[in-house]
């Protein structure tokens, strides 16, 4: 079920950001992974273990750190951390023991990033398809 979830919230939020035109920022899906990436420094203050507590903050430093080059210089970077970080979530156990972490979050969110990033694919490829007829009709502006 958190795998359906998170696949109907990631195209809900993703398509209504682009429907109502929040997305054309090139703030919305940095700060998106920022906030996705956050999370498990939130379950790590619940598991309570300093150890757990660093390598969260280390991992969304990561993510964090991708968004804003991303935002900075190629905005592919951000739609292909957005799908990492989903790939991480499945393994993220494996790394760190986070007792904080509720059991269905990882399927959940796992779902969400790599939907979001996906999207977020298809947005730019558009947007540069899009961009190339335009240029090439002679409408470049």
């Not at 790599?114 to 502006?141: D, I, K, M, P, Y």
Request: hydrophobic share 60%.
């Amino acid at each position: 079920m958190e795998y359906i979830v998170g696949v109907a919230l990631a195209l809900f939020v993703c398509g209504a950001a682009s429907l109502l035109g929040m997305d054309r920022d090139r703030v919305f899906y940095p700060t998106m992974l920022i906030v996705v990436a956050t999370y498990y420094v939130l379950f790590a203050v619940i598991d309570g273990g300093h150890r757990v507590l660093l390598s969260e903050i280390v991992i969304a430093a990561v993510f964090t750190v991708a968004a804003v080059v991303g935002f900075k210089r190629n905005l592919w970077l951000v739609a292909v951390a957005l799908a990492g970080h989903g790939v991480l979530d499945f393994f993220h156990h494996a790394f760190v023991q986070n007792t904080g972490v509720p059991h269905v979050w990882p399927g959940f969110c796992m779902a969400f990033d790599l939907t979001a990033g996906v999207f977020f694919g298809c947005v730019l490829a558009f947007r540069a398809n899009s961009a190339a007829r335009r240029s090439a009709l002679g409408g470049g502006r």
